[in-house]
């Protein structure tokens, strides 16, 4: 399996992260790389991934100019090889979560790690729980949507990416939240498993800032598959 992670300045954060990932990752029993999506970063995040990449062959680098990432993610599942590609992100990742996932690979295509699943315990600010419980309820309300959770980590199977991912035209925050709704329209087999989630940093962008782009997003998702479903 493929493990894709969108890097952007992350010069001060990524080795440590790499270490603490490739240390869990061993005690999977699984065979695993990793692809680093860097995209547009303007601190020395290349030179330090291009340096893991060249002492260590399971891991690959990749450069795109612009920061977005959907446009990482994209590139970083296009060169993603093997059976199934998870998605992880530099200050969010769990071995636990994928150990659980490849238990469901009889029974699932898309395995997702939800905060709200049962079980699952949210640890962020209230601010970012209710983003997070407001914008699903727009997912069920615009898509009809049963999945709790598309942003965060996940497993899928090679099928849905050659499936799915040529449909896909959102980039930035709502690239995973469309090809998760392209899956689930398609028919692919969804399974949720809950998390801990803890952030291990203040976040970097504003959550606020977000939210006109994020809605005006979710229009364009529906209107494009509100006209393919009429073609």
């Known amino acids: 399996m493929t493990v894709v992670i969108p890097i952007h300045n992350e010069a001060g954060f990524l080795v440590g992260a790499i270490e603490r990932l490739t240390t869990e990752l061993t005690g999977l029993d699984a065979d695993c790389d990793i692809i680093l999506a860097e995209n547009g970063s303007t601190d020395g995040t290349p030179g330090i991934a291009t340096d893991l990449a060249a002492r260590r062959s399971d891991i690959s680098f990749l450069r795109l100019p612009d920061p977005d990432y959907g446009a990482a993610m994209r590139a970083g599942f296009r060169k993603a090889s093997g059976d199934w590609a998870v998605n992880f992100d530099i200050d969010y990742f769990s071995s636990e979560f994928l150990r659980q996932a490849l238990h469901l690979a009889d029974n699932a295509d898309v395995v997702l ?15 970012r729980r209710m983003g997070t419980l407001v914008f699903n309820r727009i997912l069920q309300w615009l898509f009809g949507s049963s999945v709790s959770d598309t942003h965060g980590m996940k497993v899928i199977r090679r099928e849905v990416i050659t499936s799915v991912l040529p449909l896909v035209a959102s980039n930035r925050d709502l690239f995973d939240t469309e090809l998760v709704l392209r899956a689930e329209r398609d028919g692919f087999r969804i399974a949720e498993l809950p998390v801990v989630v803890e952030e291990q940093r203040d976040a970097r962008s504003s959550y606020l800032r977000r939210v ?12 494009r598959m509100w006209r393919e479903d009429r073609r």
Do not use: E, F, Q
């Open 212 to 223: 006109p782009r994020t809605l005006l997003g979710l229009v364009k998702i529906r209107l």
């Open 113 to 127: 790690a939800s905060k709200r699943a049962d079980g699952s315990d949210d640890r962020r600010s209230l601010l």
